[in-house]
């Protein structure tokens, strides 16, 4: 792989991947449009400099981040509580992750059901964002075992790609209850967990496929810059949502769909 298809893949990675609007959906139609086979050591790619856009947030929420290690060694009450409520919401997705990873990316890895989630995903935010826009509600501190449950089972629906892990945690913690900063920030919190592990776990089962087909460079690239731009799109991200809504991402989703689907229609891109 090229050092500057490395560098746009990880610029769209970080971009997308703590918006609302899929990451998985953005890297699978561009590599196509970079000419990238769809392998499986393209696929781990993709989810490998993932590890990027998890440092980002490392580094924007380490003080909360603090406060749930303190938590974990039972000198931080709050933080215990949270660690608790991040488990909780984490376990879901990775039981079903694990039982279906290799039917998921036969059947959903590809253009048309990227497009039917965006699609679907877009008409719902600009059907009900303004009734997400979530300005009131609990706060992290208020996040109990229901609420957590509510949020990890909402995060199940990422698992089909295009349909935004973001979206779907945040959507969740918002009817949940919680206030929007306190449901974008337990889903960021979150996807440290989801996006560790299945890096993680991408990374064993055919990381040595990964590296034979595109070394150290292109990982090390991609992965740079998608820690970059995750920071960039996160930090702007938080201050949007402050006083708008979510329906903006579902214009992005629903001119994202359209234009990939006349793309296939075509020829343009490969189905």
């Known amino acids: 792989m090229d050092w500057w298809r490395a560098l746009i893949l990880g610029l769209v990675e970080g971009l997308t991947e703590y918006l609302p ?22 696929n781990a790619y993709a989810v490998a400099i993932q590890g990027g856009a998890i440092l980002a947030v490392l580094g924007l929420y380490r003080a909360r981040l603090q406060g749930v290690a303190e938590g974990v060694l039972g000198k931080n009450p709050n933080g215990r509580k949270l660690a608790e409520s991040l488990v909780i919401a984490f376990m879901p997705a990775a039981v079903l992750g694990l039982l279906f990873d290799d039917p998921i990316e036969a059947v959903l890895f590809g253009p048309w059901p990227v497009i039917f989630a965006w699609a679907v995903g877009g008409g719902l935010l600009l059907a009900f964002g303004q009734k997400l826009r979530g300005t009131q509600g609990r706060g992290l501190e208020d996040i109990d075992r229901k609420t957590a449950l509510i949020i990890g089972i909402a995060q199940c629906a990422a698992l089909w790609p295009g349909t935004s892990r973001s979206l779907a945690t945040i959507v969740g913690g918002l009817l949940a209850g919680l206030g929007m900063g306190a449901a974008v920030e337990f889903s960021f919190l979150l996807g440290l967990l989801t996006l560790g592990a299945a890096t993680a776990y991408k990374t064993l089962k055919v990381g040595p496929l990964m590296w034979e087909a595109y070394g150290p460079i292109p990982l090390l690239i991609g992965s740079l810059s998608a820690a970059v731009s995750a920071w960039v799109s996160v930090r702007w991200m938080v201050g ?21 689907g006349i793309a296939l229609w075509t020829g343009v891109l490969e189905g």
């Open 21 to 42: 609007v899929s990451s998985t959906g953005h890297l699978l139609v561009t590599q196509r449009l970079l000419g990238i086979p769809e392998t499986e050591a393209s």
């Open 240 to 260: 949007y949502l402050q006083s708008r809504s979510l329906a903006v991402f579902g214009w992005w989703r629903i001119v994202a769909a359209t234009l990939v």
